[in-house]
């Protein structure tokens, strides 16, 4: 499984930026899928998940109401939208996708900047 992130780029405080992650293979029957992000001298941390039956999304507190994930299965990709950005929204964003068999396979990681 091949797991590629695009979209990321700089934008001041207050602006939005849609990531989009392309999946090798068929993400119909996967698990859940989900955003996480690191940035310089953190640890990677969650920012949106989806599960594969319901779609039930979840995200940690400092990002609800600013970030929206979904799912196109058709196209075998995700979608974040951040809208709202920070300064403390700045770092490398990594998309996981973990198929049926809780195999999970990360991407590349997309650089996403904000400057105040």
């Known amino acids: 499984v091949q797991v590629v992130e695009s979209g990321g780029g700089s934008v001041q405080a207050g602006g939005s930026l849609r990531l989009s992650c392309v999946v090798s293979?068929?993400?119909?029957?996967?698990?859940?899928m989900g955003w996480h992000r690191q940035a310089p001298g953190n640890q990677r941390v969650l920012v949106a998940s989806?599960?594969?039956?319901?779609?039930?999304?979840h995200y940690p507190n400092f990002v609800r109401g600013r970030f929206a994930i979904s799912r196109d299965n058709a196209k075998n990709s995700i979608y974040l939208q951040m809208n709202s950005l920070k300064p403390d929204d700045t770092a490398v964003y990594y998309c996981?996708?973990?198929?049926?068999?809780?195999?999970?396979?990360w991407g590349q990681g997309t650089q996403v900047t904000v400057s105040s």
């Open positions: 996981l996708a973990c198929d049926m068999m809780r195999v999970c396979t």
């Open positions: 293979e068929s993400i119909s029957s996967f698990a859940s």
């Open positions: 989806i599960n594969g039956d319901e779609g039930f999304t």
